[in-house]
Structure formats: C-alpha cells, structure tokens
C-alpha cells in the first residue's frame, strides 16, 4: 500500500521538446485541477520557433502549475517536480527546481546524441548533476509503445502518445481523476489517436500505482472558495469574452480589425468563434489596416477594436492619433510581450507602457488601462468600453503574455449584474455641431452615418471646437489640445486601493506582478514588516488620490517588468521619489525577488 | 404619401458650406463637379453617402461633399472604408485618392481592397505627382521624370494602375479624365452599378507641380487618336473610326481601317474576360490609344456581403446565449 500525503500546495513543470505536446499536457492538468476545485495558476512557457531543433536547449517548451487548497496569485517560484522529456529540457530548469524535488525523465533520451544536442558532454543522470533530487526514470518510449501496440500507429505518431503517458504518472501522483482528460480526448481525436491516446495516458497512471519506483503520491484537497460557478480561464480567453460582453451592454456591434502576432492572436481567433454576437472579425492585411479599420467601423457606429503586442502598436501609432483627433471611441489591446523591435515575441514584458502613455506624434492623450491577473482582463475589457464610449476617445488595455497564457480558476459573474452602460447616438438635427461637448465629459456626439441631418465631416486636421471645420488658428489649435488632454483627465478612475499597512513601505504595482507583489507583502507583514500593496489598474489618467497616498509612506518601491517605466509617471504625478525594483528577463518576478527587495527597502522603526 | 419617398436630391444639394481650397485651374473641382452631378442623378441619399479619403490634394475631396465624410490618414483610406463598409453594408461608401496616397503609401491596402473586392468606389486621380508636398515625383511619375526630389531624373519604372489593380484582381477598373464630363459621369456611374470594389483612375491635371501632365493625350487636336473609348460588344476603333486594334497572335497591334479591314476585323471589348483585360490594361500611348471607359468588370461577391452572411449564418446555428459563453465548456459549482 502506497502512501499519500496531503500537501496544501503543489508546484509541478511540464518541460519538453516544443513538437512534445507539454502545452496539451500542461492544459489537461490544468483543467483536471480546477474541476477538482483547488485554486490555481500556471505559466506556459514556449520558444517563438514553432519546431526549433528537436533535443536543443532552443526548442524547449515549459508549462509550470501551481495549485493548492487556498488562494494562490501566482505560478509558484520553484517547483516541487519536474517531468522532463529530454536532456536539453532537464538542462534548462533543473536549477529551477527546489533542493529534494522529484524528477521524473523520460530514460530513452538520456543517451549521449541526445546530451550533446543539450550542449552536455555526459549523461546528466549520472555525473552528479541530480544529486540532492529524487530520481525517476521511466522509459516512456517503449511503455507508451506498448500502450498503443496494435493500433497500427507509425513511429512517429506512437511517439506521440508518451506525452499522455507522462500525464497519466502526473494524475497518479497527485490524486487527480483521469475523466475529464479522457472526456477531452473523446472529443478531440478520431481514432486511432483517440485510443491511442487514452491508453497511453491509462498506461501512465497504472504504471505508477504498480511500479516500485513511486513510493507515495499527493492530494491537495480543494479550496473553500466564494460560492458559485467557476471554470478555468485564460487571459486572452477573459480580455475576449470582456470584449463580447462590453458590446452586448453597450448595445453595439463589435468589429475587430486585427493582424495576427504572438501572443495576442488568440483573442483573434476567439472573437471570430463568436459572429452569432454581432462580432465583425476583420483579418487586415498589416497592424495599421486592422486599427483602420476599427477607426472606420466606429465612424459607422460599431464598438471598433483592435488587438496587438508591442510591435503591432508602434506601427499602429498614426492612426490612434486619428482616433483622438477624430473623437472616436476605439479599444486598442496591446498582450505586451519582449521588445524592442521584435524582441522576445512569446516572453513576457510589461515596456509598452509610455508607448502606451506617451508613443504618439503632438500632444495625443487617450486612456490607458492594465489588468492585474487573466480573470481580470475580463472586467478591464468591459471598462475600456464604457470609458471609450462615454467619453468619445481610443482607450489601450495593456495585458500582457504572462497573463494572456496564464489561467486561473474564475467565477463566472451573472451578466445580469454586469452593468449596462448603452450608447446613445445623436439623431436630432436641430442645433447640431460634431464637436460640441457634453459639459460633464467634454465628449462630442456620436452619430451613425446614416442618419438625416446631420451629415458632417471628420478627419485628422485639426477641428475648430463646435463646428469641426477645418482650423489652422493658433488659439484654436491650443484650445484645441488641452481640451482633449482635459477630456481625458477628466475620466472618472476610481481611487487607488491600498492593502495592507499605512505607513512605512508602499509597494506600487501593475498588470501582471499582482500576484508576485500581493504573496511578498503579505509574507512580508507576516515577518513584522511595515508594507503595503498598491496595484495601479488605471495607468492614464492615474486615480485621483495617487499622490496622497504615496506620501502617506516614507518609502515607495515600483517592481515593474522593464527598466523602469510606472516609476517616472509616479514621479512625474507625484513628485514622490520612487525606488524602481526592474526585472527584465522575460520573466515574471518569483515571489521571492520582490520579497527579498521588500526586506532590503523596509522602513526601520528606529529611522 | 411618405415623405422619404418624394425626397430627390439636387446637385446643390451634395455641395458642403465649406470653401474649396484647390488651387485654381486644377483638375480636382471638375471631378468634384462630376462627381456631384452623378450622386443626383443616382439619386443617393445624401445621408447614406459616406465619402473616404486618405492625405494629398485629392482627400479633400469629402469636405467639398455635404454627406457623411471622413477625411482619413495618408494611405490608409480603403483599409478605414473596409471597416466602414462592412460594419454599414448600407452605405454607399466612396474612396477619393491620389496616386501617392493609393499607390506608394496605400499600394499594400490598395491590393487587398482589390482581392477582397468590398463594395467601394475608388476614385484615383492620378496626377502623376505629389501635389500637396509641392512636387515630388509619384509612382506614376515617367521614367527621367525631373522633379524636386529628381533633379537628375526620375530613376523608378511607374506603376500602369489599371494592370496593379487587376494583377490584385479588382472586379471593375475604369479610366478616364477630369475634363472628358460625360464619360467620366458614365464611369462614375458604371462603378456605383458595379457591386465590388469598383477602381476609377482619373487623368488629372497639376497645374502647379505638373501642368499638362496629360496634354499629349487629351488635347482636343489630338484626342481622338490618342484616347479609344471602350464600350461593352463594340469593336476597339479610334481616330473616328479610321483605326482600330486587331490581335496577331496574343498581341494587340494599331491597324488602319479601309483597304480590306473593317472595325468587324477588329478586336470586341468585353468587359467581362480577365485575358483581353490583361491586353486592355498593357496598351498605352504613344503605341496604343490610352483605353478609357469601363476596361473591365467582373462581379464577384462582395467581402461585406459574405461577412454578413457569417454572422447572419453564426446566428441562425445558433441562439446566443451570454451566461452559456462566459460558462465556457468545464465549471464546477462551489456550494
């Protein structure tokens, strides 16, 4: 009889060659986990090249998860164990795994063509490499062959079920029921695949119960969660689904001009599943087709959006600077991911931010947004709506790959609490003028061509305020410019949120590093440190008690994945002198770099 | 008896209060004329007009137009009146460009319009040089052209745009030119008949940057034998009908008419063969007539139409249902 033992948190790797199948792996463990009910995060982790050399330290693709039976922010620091597929992929996170950690390798690779590929010149199973670690080799290969002898499966495509070989060990080893895998594959594959796969993956799961190798496995018992339905999700899956319901409670169709790019696309591929929601997907031929588009689905009274990373925005910048001109509501979202130029198209990066601020030609303000984990790319969708349409401007929503890839378990909200925000197009002619404002939001009226009366022309040359004509005057002009910048100042933001302490040191945040933040400050109150969290959701305009709250603290530390971007507009606002804490590897922060800056900055009593 | 239907439109009435501020003498205020004139005689709803343009002399065309109009970003007009078309199929949406904006900064948008064939209007004017940037050649500029930025000549083989658009495989190219009125409102109108992305090059004149750009074929003494005007079933004469084009083998070549040959010997436009339309587009001056009129026209379905009908269709499949889609397929109920 085997032992199990109950853990209140879990941090495993899927690491392979990227044509392995450790994304699929990773997401079925992932699903199986949220239905079980724990909380959970996880972090995929792949090159830019779709099939680097097999074997090589280029093409290894990761997919880390953590979950446990209380809430969790983050994928873990470092984890517990470790499924690696070949050398090469031992090779690039054996140093990340913890000290005693279970590692499990697939034992046909480690011969020495494959250590070579992995730039080793001796077998890392053996020459000490592993010492301190509990050591499993299983020969996947030949076990998952044998799985699927007589299917009349090739090779190759044998080959490929030891993906879900190492899954079935995986659900053994952590209590986790094979149905909903089995279910999906049903679903998924036609035999013989489909046979194949799910006798590979039951040929894993008893492998593990019978072999003497295992010597206990682990249950993490679910969470106590806030009552209601919940379901895995994605953060392009929420920015989508934000999307979708933004433009049902606007009560507009949506048109999304877009051009594919890493890791934005998916929120592409999403939208376009969705036409029965009035949804328009428009694949453009480049970035500025697709923002120009958007720009003229909005002329014609549509929700227009656009989706992008980093190098999509830059080329995109003219035509945002014809949307502020014009006045048109326009929702750009920028999954930021590693620059500049074409950087590190599938890491993750938080830089596009005073791009996002400032990157514009003349004095170009439009709000800015960013989501703080994958769920709440959902709610910041649906606010970059109401604000691009209440107050006639192109709003950007910075999300980035982190969370795009990232999921989380999520409370599906009832859409009927949603609150609806409809758009009302101006239809009188009398007195119209298509830049005369609304007092309370400097917005100008929207109307849908079509509408009799009120023909009227726009464009990017600058307007004399009421009429819209065409206006060179220089007083007009300044006019002009701070009447934009004032329309956009004026957005309502809600007030900036601070967790934890009230003085000494003030942590301010943004996007993705919520989770990394939120674990080392609260760690940190537990060590008896005075620290508090702030998490910057509206980034442009800041919320209105920013400044008073940073000078509540006696310190300010800004971790950012850049070199340091928040920390000048804090500056910049506040005049506060904020210590930046940057991180720009590609990476997310590990719980333990900002735990560790959290120590190195605390404020002494004695001070 | 409703009123919407006893409304009718004059040409005034698609004039805009705004003052025109082309140069005098330039060839855009007799497009703009033509243009006006086919909208009453369309009988558009000056509400349902929407008027694109990208940035040059000939974008400004949509501030002259008292209609919807939106005067757009150098180059990106087709890729602003794609959204608009296919999100407002309704609109009768219509692109002023120039040859810089369509051609140089727009050639990516300008080719994709064209395959994807959304029902526009495209009206080119081809002036053959940057107005607006006071006289850089364009990528219609002849070869040795001498301009500002040219001193030594012109160094870029041109773009023929009818052969650029039917190489992107546009359903309609037309040509013609600002001062020929009757045809070029005939054109006109062929392309607002036509569903699919209709390309309308228009010879324009610079007076300032290029002046009698086109002289050589449209001055009166010589434009009949310069210039052959297609219809759709006649044969290709011209020089009042003492010349015409004749195929040897798959090459078109000038013949004189009398002495045996006929027009009934000559080659029949039909607007609707992609070949002759590769032959139509190859012929220019000085060893054809410049065809103009109505080159080619193939409809095909249209890009707003099939989006539609995907949504239409996405529809039908299925009730939409927000709850159900934010479910997502996998939940578990806390309790």
Redesign the interface.
């Known amino acids: 009889m085997k032992s199990v033992q109950a853990l209140d948190h879990v941090v495993i790797r899927f690491a392979g060659d990227s044509g392995d199948g450790m994304q699929v792996v990773g997401s079925q463990f992932t699903?199986t986990t949220?239905?079980h009910?724990n909380d959970l995060a996880t972090f995929p982790d792949y090159p830019a090249e779709i099939r680097a050399p097999a074997g090589t330290l280029a093409g290894v693709s990761g997919f880390q998860l953590h979950f446990a039976s209380h809430d969790i922010f983050t994928p873990g620091d470092a984890p517990e164990a470790l499924i690696a597929f070949n050398p090469a992929a031992l090779k690039a996170n054996i140093s990340d795994l913890k000290r005693g950690g279970l590692v499990i390798v697939n034992q046909e690779k480690f011969v020495p063509r494959e250590w070579e590929r992995a730039g080793l010149t001796a077998n890392p199973l053996e020459d000490g490499t592993l010492e301190g670690y509990q050591v499993i080799p299983v020969d996947m290969a030949r076990l998952s062959k044998e799985a699927v002898e007589g299917l009349g499966l090739g090779t190759k495509e044998t080959d490929r079920t030891k993906n879900f070989f190492a899954l079935g060990i995986a659900y053994w080893l952590y209590s986790r029921p094979l149905g909903?895998t089995e279910l999906w594959i049903n679903t998924k594959f036609k035999d013989p695949y489909r046979e194949a796969n799910l006798r590979a993956l039951r040929a894993g799961h008893a492998y593990a119960e019978n072999v003497e190798l295992f010597t206990s496995r682990y249950e993490v018992a679910p969470m106590?969660?806030?009552?209601?339905?919940?379901?895995?999700?994605m953060g392009n899956?929420a920015t989508a689904?934000g999307l979708?319901?933004a433009a049902?409670k606007a009560g507009l169709?949506l048109?999304l001009?877009s051009y594919p790019i890493t890791p934005a696309s998916d929120i592409l591929h999403y939208l376009s599943g969705?036409?029965?929601?009035?949804?328009?997907t428009?694949q453009?031929?480049?970035e500025?087709?697709?923002i120009?588009?958007?720009?003229?689905?909005?002329?014609?009274?549509?929700l227009?959006l656009t989706t992008t990373s980093g190098p999509g925005m830059a080329l995109k910048t003219?035509?945002m600077?014809?949307a502020i001109m014009?006045e048109l509501p326009l929702i750009i979202i920028d999954v930021q991911r590693g620059g500049p130029s074409t950087g590190l198209p599938t890491k993750t990066e938080q830089s596009d931010l005073l791009q996002a601020v400032y990157g514009r030609n003349g004095e170009a303000p439009l709000a800015v947004l960013a989501a703080a984990t994958p769920g709440d790319c959902f709610y910041m969708a649906i606010e970059a709506a109401r604000i691009a349409t209440q107050y006639m401007t192109p709003v950007i929503l910075l999300t980035d790959g982190y969370l795009a890839n990232g999921s989380e378990p999520w409370l599906?909200?009832?859409?009927e609490q949603i609150p609806a925000f409809p758009v009302t197009f101006r239809t009188d002619p009398d007195g119209f003028k298509p830049y005369a404002r609304n007092p309370d939001t400097l917005a100008r009226p929207w109307v849908?061509?079509?509408?009799?009366?009120?023909?009227?022309?726009?464009?990017?040359?600058e307007k004399q305020d009421g009429t819209g004509?065409?206006n060179y005057e220089a007083l007009n002009h300044e006019h002009m410019v701070k009447t934009r910048a004032a329309k956009v100042a004026g957005i309502k933001v809600p007030d900036l949120e601070v967790h934890g302490d009230d003085s000494g040191l003030l942590v301010v945040a943004w996007g993705s590093t919520f989770g990394a933040v939120r674990v080392a400050v609260d760690q940190a109150r537990r060590e008896g440190i005075k620290v508090a969290h702030a998490h910057v959701r509206n980034i442009w305009p800041l919320p209105g008690n920013l400044e008073a709250a940073l000078r509540r603290f006696d310190r300010v530390l800004v971790p950012e994945m850049n070199n340091g971007q928040l920390v000048k507009l804090l500056r910049d606002r506040s005049l506060v002198d904020c210590i930046s804490l940057p991180k720009v590897q590609g990476q997310a922060f590990k719980v333990s770099e900002v735990l560790a800056a959290i120590r190195h900055h605390q404020v002494s009593e004695a001070k | 008896m409703n009123a919407e239907t006893t409304r009718t439109f004059a040409k005034k009435d698609y004039m805009?209060d705004?003052i025109i501020r082309w140069c005098p003498g330039c060839g855009d205020y007799a497009i703009l004329s033509q243009a006006q004139t086919v909208f009453a005689e369309l009988q558009i709803?000056?509400?349902?007009l929407?008027v694109?343009s990208g940035?040059g002399c000939s974008s400004r065309f949509?501030?002259y137009i008292?209609?919807?109009?939106?005067?757009?970003?150098h180059g990106?007009a087709?890729?602003?009146?794609?959204?608009?078309?296919?999100?407002?199929p309704?609109?009768s949406v219509w692109v002023a460009t120039g040859d810089g904006d369509a051609l140089s900064i727009g050639g990516?948008?300008f080719i994709?319009v064209c395959r994807r064939n959304v029902d526009l209007q495209i009206l080119m004017f081809n002036n053959r040089i940057y107005g607006l940037t006071k006289g850089q050649y364009s990528p219609t500029s002849e070869f040795g052209k001498k301009t500002k930025s040219t001193p030594m000549g012109s160094i870029d083989h041109p773009f023929q745009p009818g052969a650029l658009a039917l190489g992107a495989d546009a359903s309609f190219v037309g040509r013609t030119v600002d001062i020929f009125t009757k045809d070029q409102r005939d054109v006109l109108k062929a392309a607002h008949e036509h569903k699919g992305t209709s390309f309308v090059e228009i010879y324009q004149n610079c007076n300032i940057f290029n002046d009698g750009a086109w002289d050589a074929l449209t001055e009166k003494a010589v434009r009949d034998e310069r210039v052959m005007m297609l219809e759709h079933g006649k044969p290709m004469t011209f020089a009042g009908g003492t010349c015409g084009i004749k195929l040897n083998g798959i090459r078109p070549e000038v013949v004189q008419l009398g002495n045996g040959l006929s027009a009934s010997d000559c080659l029949v436009h039909d607007e609707r063969d992609p070949f002759l339309a590769a032959i139509i587009m190859r012929m220019d001056f000085p060893a054809f007539p410049v065809p103009m009129g109505v080159l080619y026209r193939n409809p095909r379905p249209t890009y707003e139409v099939l989006?539609n009908e995907?949504?239409a269709?996405?529809?039908a499949?299925?009730?939409?249902n927000?709850?159900k889609?934010?479910?997502?397929?996998?939940?578990?109920?806390?309790?």
């Open positions: 699903n949220a239905l009910g909903p106590r969660q806030t009552p209601g339905v919940y379901r895995n999700i899956q689904l979708v319901t049902q169709p048109f001009g969705m036409k029965a929601y009035d949804i328009h428009f453009a031929e480049d500025i087709a697709a120009c588009s958007a720009v003229g689905a909005a002329f014609g009274g549509a227009g003219e035509a600077g014809l014009t599906v909200p009832d859409v849908k061509p079509g509408t009799p009366g009120l023909e009227h022309r726009i464009g990017g040359i004509n065409v | 805009s705004q709803p000056r509400e349902k929407a694109v940035i949509p501030y008292n209609s919807y109009g939106f005067h757009s970003i990106r087709f890729a602003v009146a794609t959204g608009l078309k296919v999100s407002r309704d609109l990516n948008h994709h989006a995907q949504i269709q996405a529809k499949e299925r009730t939409p927000l709850q889609l934010l479910s997502g397929g996998d939940t578990w109920t806390v309790k």
